[in-house]
Structure formats: structure tokens, C-alpha cells
């Protein structure tokens, strides 16, 4: 089975604070993303990896950049937490196939609140 | 981005058949997706249908593209209390980007 692991569950984090957001996967695929969830807006994309050390802007990048060094690890920083940063964060991984399908993994999700 | 739109609530009686809709945005995406995502857990893929394609059915589920209104739709017969979920429609961008709706949270009564 596919398995996308997020480091957390639960975070609380101050405001101003620099939090890290990590997300491993362990099928060798090509493509991450990040994403954050809030009701009534969905699912909405923060950054997306198709490759090491590439990265792609979402709709909502604002505030937040991302690290890919290995294919494995994608991770989620904060540079400086708001209190408009609380939210749901999800991390999913898909193969690259262009012109096919691609079924998206998601891990769990952290929920973060910054006080 | 632009949006991918959905209808926030949704609400049947066990057994009844449920049809979650969704509007989206890019016509030129290639596949579009029905994702269930249950309490405290994260989203797993339920049906995809390729653009090309009007209908899809596997099981219990039915899956209605009208590709000239941008207009998914996922039908969900004899719907059962386990059925209870949020639902999120994606769409596939350019060559892996994808982009989800705002979500339709299920309920299904007794």
C-alpha cells in the first residue's frame, strides 16, 4: 500500500513562529503537493513538487514556501505563522503520467493552530 | 486559480440515491475526479472518468460528464449511513496539477 506520512496530527504553534510541515512518501512517485482545508473552501493548493528540487506555485502561496531535496520528502514552511494560517494541511503524492490518470495518496493531514 | 464549485450540504434518506454535482472551470482538463474523504481521515480516490467520456458507472456509482457546461456529477445509489462523507470533485491541469472543489459534506439519514 502507498503510504503518505505527515509528521504530525496536531500542532500549536505561536504566531511569528517558523513552523516546518513534513511529508514523506514511500512510492518513489514523482509529484507532491500540499494543500490547505478550510470549510466551506475546499481543498485549496499551496505548492506542488513534480520533481526534486522543482516546484510549482499553487493558488494560495502567500506566506508559505517548500523544500523538496528528496524525492521522498516534501516540506511545508511557514516563514512566519499568522493566526490566518490555522487550518487543516493535507500532503498527497501521484505518479507522473502524462495523458493518463493519476490517483493522488493523501496522508492524514496536521491540524494546525497558531495562537 | 479559478474555482471548482460544488454545493456545500447534501442531505438523503438511507436508500434513496444521492447526485453530488460539481462545476468546473478547465476545459481542457484531461480527467476528472470523485474523492471521499470520511471523519479524521485523509481524501482516497472513489471514481475518475477521462474527458472524453460521458458516463462511468462502477457499482453503485455513476459518474455524468457534460463537458460542454463543465458539469460533473456523481450519483450514488441505494445510499447507506456509511455513505456519510465529504465529497470533493478535481480536476487534472495541464500535465499533473490537481485542483479540488470546495467539497459537499453527505449526510444520510435513517
Known amino acids: 500500500d502507498v503510504k503518505v506520512t505527515q509528521s504530525s496530527r496536531y500542532l500549536v504553534k505561536r504566531t511569528g513562529e517558523k513552523v516546518f510541515l513534513e511529508c514523506v512518501q514511500d512510492?518513489?512517485?514523482?509529484?507532491m503537493f500540499w494543500y490547505r482545508q478550510d470549510p466551506g473552501l475546499g481543498l485549496r493548493l499551496i505548492y506542488f513538487s513534480y520533481d526534486v528540487k522543482m516546484k510549482e506555485k499553487g493558488d494560495i502561496p502567500e506566506g508559505y514556501s517548500v523544500s523538496r531535496e528528496k524525492k521522498e520528502r516534501f516540506s511545508l514552511i511557514l516563514e512566519s505563522a499568522s493566526t490566518n494560517q490555522t487550518s487543516m494541511y493535507l500532503c498527497?503524492?501521484?505518479?507522473?503520467?502524462?495523458?493518463?490518470?493519476?490517483?493522488?495518496?493523501f496522508g492524514q493531514g496536521t491540524r494546525l493552530t497558531v495562537v | 486559480g479559478e474555482d471548482v464549485e460544488q454545493s456545500l450540504f447534501l442531505s438523503v434518506r438511507e436508500g434513496d440515491s444521492s447526485v453530488i454535482n460539481c462545476t468546473y472551470t478547465?476545459?481542457?482538463?484531461?480527467?476528472l475526479y470523485w474523492y471521499k474523504q470520511e471523519p479524521g481521515a485523509g481524501l482516497q480516490l472513489l471514481t475518475y472518468?477521462?474527458?472524453?467520456?460521458d458516463m462511468k458507472q462502477d457499482q453503485r456509482l455513476t459518474v455524468l460528464l457534460n463537458k460542454k457546461d463543465k458539469h460533473l456529477s456523481l450519483r450514488i445509489a441505494d445510499t447507506q449511513t456509511g455513505d456519510s462523507a465529504i465529497y470533493f470533485c478535481a480536476e487534472k491541469r495541464g500535465a499533473d496539477k490537481l485542483i479540488f472543489g470546495t467539497g459537499t459534506r453527505l449526510q444520510v439519514f435513517p
Open positions: 478547465d476545459s481542457s482538463s484531461t480527467y
Open positions: 472518468i477521462f474527458s472524453n467520456m
Open positions: 512510492m518513489d512517485h514523482e509529484n
Open positions: 498527497a503524492s501521484s505518479l507522473s503520467y502524462v495523458g493518463k490518470d493519476t490517483e493522488a495518496f
